[in-house]
């Protein structure tokens, strides 16, 4: 996409800011360029075995598509039932045919604009607890490694209140023999007395 073609238009600026906000980078070649297709490259890694960046691109045809995250490319339009088709069968019967198809976004801007919502709410905000180097982390294992550390300090706080407990021990068992010392010692010399 060129930016300086698109300077003029506030909506253009607009994808242009969220782009730049996202991190989103602009690797349309010469070629695309002039078929009217826009390609971008996000700064998320995909799960696949290379970990490369997702790409998703726009095309001049209509369609949105992720253009690496599978064997092959897939649509991201809206998907919609088609109007039903009816065949006559051998027997004089008709037959009902319907299908599910992609609603095609005719307006290049209005393709820009719905691939970055598309990719803020699919792979920014879906993706989220995904680290930098594109390893996926589970919410029930970080959940469940919140609570490890978290029983970690309950069992560091019980065990610091179990030494404090018998340090408070020691010290009413000292306490209690230099009683029973005094006691005791008291008992012999009022023995020595009588």
């Known amino acids: 996409m060129n930016r300086e073609q698109y ?14 906000l996202l991190g989103i980078m602009d690797i349309t070649t010469t070629r695309q360029h002039r078929n009217g297709t826009v390609v971008w490259r996000l700064p998320i890694k995909n799960n696949n075995i290379g ?7 726009s095309f001049s045809t209509g369609y949105v598509r992720n253009q690496n995250s599978s064997y092959s ?36 801007i209005d393709r820009l604009e719905y691939l970055i919502s598309y990719c803020l709410k699919n792979y920014f905000i879906k993706r989220a607890n995904e680290v930098a ?29 179990a030494k404090d407990y018998n340090r408070a021990a020691k010290n009413k068992i000292k306490d209690l023999e230099n009683k029973l010392a005094t006691i005791e010692r008291i008992a012999r010399i009022n023995a020595s007395y009588r």
């Open 7 to 20: 300077n003029n238009d506030t909506r253009y600026e607009k994808v242009l800011h969220n782009m730049d």
């Open 51 to 57: 970990k490369t960046n997702i790409e998703v691109a």
């Open 73 to 108: 490319n897939y649509q991201l339009n809206k998907r919609c039932a088609s109007e039903p088709e009816y065949f006559q069968l051998d027997n004089g019967d008709y037959r009902k045919f319907e299908t599910r198809g992609c609603v095609l976004i005719p307006i290049e």
């Open 133 to 161: 180097d594109g390893k996926y982390v589970s919410q029930w294992y970080h959940d469940w490694s919140m609570e490890r550390a978290n029983g970690n300090a309950d069992l560091e706080n019980k065990l610091r209140r």
